[in-house]
């Protein structure tokens, strides 16, 4: 599976980003998908994750109310909306994947940077 993210940039505290990941090559609602984010000096950290169907959803307890994961299976993309955004949601976001089977996410996108401004 080859990941693709994209929608990072620079938005002011309050304000609200959405990050998509397209996925190549693999059928796509046979795979979990995750976002996950890292600053410098840090360890990388888990955001939230869909199940394949998308019936399923799971968030870090600090962006839960703001943040939202969602999939389109038939565009092979997973999006996080990110709303009233914090100085410390600033990161780069990466999208991950993971076979429905496995509990291991195996693949990763690039990442794309999200900066907050307060």
């Known amino acids: 599976v080859q990941l693709q993210a994209s929608g990072g940039g620079l938005v002011q505290a309050g304000g609200s980003l959405r990050l998509a990941c397209a996925a190549s090559g693999r059928t796509f609602s046979n795979y979990g998908m995750g976002w996950f984010r890292q600053t410098p000096g840090k360890e990388r950290e888990f955001v939230a994750a869909?199940?394949?169907?998308?019936?399923?959803?799971d968030y870090r307890d600090s962006v839960k109310g703001r943040f939202t994961i969602s999939r389109d299976n038939a565009k092979n993309t997973v999006y996080l909306q990110m709303n009233s955004l914090k100085p410390e949601d600033t990161a780069v976001y990466y999208c991950?994947?993971?076979?429905?089977?496995?509990?291991?996410?195996?693949?990763w996108g690039q990442g794309t940077k999200v900066t907050v401004s307060s």
């Open positions: 869909i199940t394949g169907s998308g019936f399923s959803t």
């Open positions: 991950a994947a993971r076979y429905y089977s496995d509990y291991n996410y195996n693949w």
